[in-house]
């Protein structure tokens, strides 16, 4: 199991604004479980992982960039980091590869401001932005840094922080439509958890209705 002193590894916080309780089987209870979705994000992490370093066109660019941010226990790799030349030194612009496509759910762009909390910390400043790019458009959607997105970041670490440190997989809250995405869906089992509670709930109702 995980030592709360442990760091917080950046793809928990997209695992948990994903389901919480998916955050808590992969990073409390170490359960993981390989699908198609997370066979494709292997095949495309796979170039950024080999690592290193170029220059084109006055940009830096850092592929398997180490990440740290103290204040928030967090680290982990970034898949590429541009440095974009500036009148006041270099800038940071973090990006990150995904499978499939733009998501409804936030939980890609708090993995990437978590990328851009710890660039701040390293160098001393500002990352007002990046981008994710994705497979299957092939394209990279920019993600501003906003004060909304950082709370959201900020939130999430510390809601993960204090899961770890109670040592408990909460409970999944409803059966929802990401559910048959999870690769995790078999050993989770959210429907076996909830359908007791929702057979006492149906108790309850129809002794009230007596």
């Not at 089987?25 to 796979?46: K, M, P, S, Y």
């Not at 226990?73 to 030194?89: H, I, K, R, S, Y």
């Amino acid at each position: 199991m995980a030592s709360a002193e442990e760091p917080i590894p950046l793809s928990a916080l997209q695992h948990a604004v994903y389901c919480l309780r998916q955050a808590a089987l992969i990073h409390l209870e170490r359960v993981w479980a390989e699908n198609r979705f997370t066979a494709e994000g292997d095949v495309l992490h796979a170039v950024a992982d080999k690592g290193g370093s170029r220059k084109a066109r006055g940009v830096r660019r850092v592929l398997a960039l180490p990440l740290v941010c103290h204040r928030l226990n967090l680290t982990g790799t970034a898949d590429l980091v541009e440095f974009l030349p500036g009148p006041e030194g270099e800038t940071a612009f973090p990006v990150e590869y995904k499978r499939g496509k733009p998501k409804l759910h936030r939980a890609d762009e708090v993995q990437l401001c978590a990328q851009a909390l710890c660039l701040e910390e390293m160098t001393g400043r500002p990352v007002p932005q990046g981008a994710l790019f994705y497979a299957e458009t092939r394209r990279r959607v920019t993600v501003p840094f906003d004060a909304e997105l950082r709370a959201l970041t900020e939130s999430t670490a510390l809601d993960l922080a204090a899961m770890l440190v109670s040592r408990r997989t909460p409970p999944p809250t409803s059966l929802r439509s990401r559910c048959r995405a999870c690769s995790l869906l078999e050993l989770c089992r959210p429907d076996a958890v909830l359908r007791p509670v929702r057979q006492w709930r149906d108790r309850m109702l129809a002794r009230a209705l007596e």
